[in-house]
């Protein structure tokens, strides 16, 4: 190759490289684009940049109910629980059968002290995935919380009817069980031979807890 040749191809290179960046750089970031940001950013725990970033994609998608989620969670791990709790709130709205965002959003109105909002919540998660344990778990904790013993016992028989190895479920069964009456006690003591297989740490406590029962 001579040296005029390669000048020229030495320009048809450069010429190229500078296109390529014009044309990257006339791209407008979408919403999915902010939304990747966000979450990266959530990941390393960046949780003030991952809010600006999910805000932007919901600006750019108003209905963008996964955005409304994820900031939800950005809201929560900055204790701005009120935040949180709106956002979870437009992102059911924006996808009526957002299980997760069900969950989250039940769990922190329980934590909050909003129970009926809770169990309005979970219901509606249990009603998109009957066989969904964590949610029935979850439902089986708000009815405790409001000292509903026998709702709360309902719930936890679903989850470890769908999940048997769901230790915590056995255990708080147990313990509402307890909470009942003396009736019951026989009820918790089968909880308790199950829940010796599955977590001796738990089983150890609750035995504790039936003594002289």
Known sequence: MNSGSRTLMILFVLLSTALLHVTVFAQQPTAKTFFAIGVEEANKMEYSEAIDAFKHAITLKPDYAEA????????????????????????????????????????LSSMLGE?????????????????HAEAQFTLGNIYSEMEKYEEAVDAYKKAVKIKPDHAAAHYNLAVTYIKLNDKMISEARKEYMTLKKLDKELAAELEEMLKGK
């Not at 709130?89 to 924006?94: G, P, W």
């Not at 129970?115 to 066989?131: E, R, S």
């Open 68 to 107: 409304y989620f994820h900031l939800g969670s950005a809201y929560y791990s900055l204790h701005r629980y009120e935040e949180a709790l709106d956002s979870y709130k437009k992102a059911v709205k924006a996808d009526a059968r957002y299980l997760d965002a069900y969950l989250s959003l039940g769990s």
């Open 115 to 131: 129970y009926d909002n809770a169990v309005k919540a979970l219901k509606t998660a249990v009603d998109i995935n009957p066989q």
